[in-house]
Each structure stands twice: as structure tokens, then as C-alpha cells.
């Protein structure tokens, strides 16, 4: 039996901006990055959490996967919805689920996933949490899903 897996979810309104539109009125796909990034970043700064509270740490936290599974088209009238997921790891990883969605109907555009990783600022690897983020974890009102 799958234990209960523990998360913290935030949501983002975004309007798509004209420049990321192509001829046909569709979002070209690799807006949808900044967007995922434009979630991490309001995720940060509700939970008190950024990027730059954890460089001020001695640590970065750069992007080392990212999977877009995309759904339909945006189109430059969609308002969307990005919900992010912060999902509780025992590795020293972060790593979040997103689905973007319509604002106005629900409808589905895109799932993706991204994970990063702890380095120090000379980009060498950590293999623990820095005690910082652990400190941060433990105040948090994690939901845990079925």
C-alpha cells in the first residue's frame, strides 16, 4: 500500500501576454515555462520561501528536469491557472507537480512536473537538505493526498 504522500499546493492567476502568441492567436509552448517558473516563484513568496532566501543561505536551487505533458491550446483570450504542488521528499530535492488550467471553465491545458536541486554556490551537489530549508518544512500545514 502507497503511504499517504504529504504537499502544499498555491495557485496563480496569469493572463497570457501578446508577445507570446505566434500567428494563430495560440501561446507558443514555451511560455509555458516561465509560467511553471512564475508558480514556483509566487509559491515562494506566500510560504516566505524564495529564491533569494535561499541564496542568501549559500545554496542555489537550479532546475534539473522538467516534463510538460500539454493538454490544448491556449489562446491569447484564455485568462489560465497555474496550480502548483510542492510535494514532502525524503531526498534533498524539490520537487513540484502543476496543472494549468482555464480560469473561466476548468478545462485542462497542460500537466508538468519539475524538479530541482540543492547546490552550494560553486554548483557542487548537496546530498542533504541545507538545515535552513528543514527549519522552513517543519512550519508548514502540509496536506496529504489519498
Known amino acids: 500500500m502507497k503511504r499517504p504522500e ?3 499546493e498555491c495557485q496563480i492567476n496569469i493572463k497570457p501576454r ?3 502568441v505566434d500567428a494563430m492567436n495560440i501561446v507558443w509552448h514555451g511560455s509555458f ?9 509566487h509559491f515562494g513568496q506566500l510560504h516566505g520561501m524564495g529564491y533569494m532566501d ?6 542555489m536551487l537550479p532546475v534539473v528536469n522538467m516534463n510538460i505533458d500539454f493538454k490544448k491550446a ?17 531526498a534533498a ?9 482555464s480560469a473561466k471553465d476548468n478545462r ?3 500537466t508538468a512536473e ?3 536541486v540543492f547546490t552550494d554556490r560553486n554548483g557542487d551537489l548537496q546530498i542533504i537538505y541545507p538545515e535552513t530549508y528543514v527549519s522552513w518544512k517543519e512550519t508548514l500545514n502540509w496536506e496529504r493526498s489519498e
Do not use: C, N, P
Not at 515555462?33 to 516563484?41: F, G, S, W
Not at 483570450?77 to 521528499?89: F, S
Open 18 to 20: 501578446f508577445s507570446e
Open 108 to 110: 485542462l491545458f497542460a
Open 114 to 116: 519539475t524538479t530541482q
Open 6 to 8: 504529504r504537499y502544499i
Open 54 to 59: 535561499i541564496y542568501r543561505t549559500g545554496f
Open 74 to 90: 491556449i489562446s491569447y483570450e484564455d485568462e489560465i491557472v497555474v496550480i502548483a504542488r510542492l510535494h514532502d521528499t525524503h
Open 93 to 101: 530535492k524539490v520537487y513540484y507537480t502543476y496543472e494549468v488550467r
Open 33 to 41: 515555462v516561465q509560467y511553471l517558473e512564475d508558480a514556483r516563484e
